[in-house]
DNA sequence: GCCAACGTTGGC
DNA sequence: GCCAACGTTGGC
């Protein structure tokens, strides 16, 4: 399977991906997007890295599943901001896995574009209300995306 | 188990 | 900053 997850750049962009290399994608809290992480993301796996809430919105590069799931730290942190005073331990509530750097698209992609792309039509970013962080996507959607990137991986 | 109230996401 | 969409919470 292939994936879309969403960042917003002023928090955390595909540049700063880039720079620390791998990142563990801390502070999901939605059940859906968890779920796609602790049951079905293997390692190897490649996902569309999309900046959320930025000027413009869009596709802005790949990264690659690179850990096996675990629980997700921030939720056993009382400073964080992700704190879940119903998580322990023993029966963490969160998982995450690492993400690793693969390539930024030379130009992003506006959602715009994705959404004006009849081959992109049915691609669950590209839906009306769609605000899951995480989505899976379908193979000829995401090889679409790498060919209007001009990139092959 | 229903549903109103509330909170969050995210495009614009 | 607005607001549509939709997830979560909590009273009943």
New binding site residues.
């Given amino acids: 399977m292939h994936w879309l997850i969403?960042s917003?750049p002023d928090v955390f962009s595909i540049k700063d991906l880039e720079k620390v290399k791998q990142e563990p994608w801390t502070g999901v809290?939605?059940?859906?997007a968890r779920n796609f992480m602790w049951r079905e993301m293997q390692p190897g796996e490649l996902a569309i890295f999309?900046h959320?809430?930025?000027k413009?919105?869009g596709a802005a590069g790949v990264a690659v599943v690179a850990s096996e799931p675990y629980p997700d730290p921030t939720q056993f942190d009382p400073k964080s901001e992700y704190f879940d005073p119903n998580a322990t331990e023993e029966k963490p509530r969160w998982w995450l896995v690492d993400f690793k750097y693969v390539a930024t698209f030379k130009e992003l992609i506006p959602?715009?574009s994705l959404?004006a792309d009849p081959a992109l039509s049915e691609m669950l970013?590209c839906?009306?209300?769609?605000?899951?962080?995480i989505n899976p996507v379908e193979k000829k959607h995401f090889n679409r995306v790498m060919k209007i990137a001009g990139l092959k991986l």
């Fill in positions: 969403k917003e809290r939605n059940y859906q999309y959320s809430n930025a413009p919105s959602l715009e959404k970013v839906q009306k209300g769609s605000r899951l962080s």
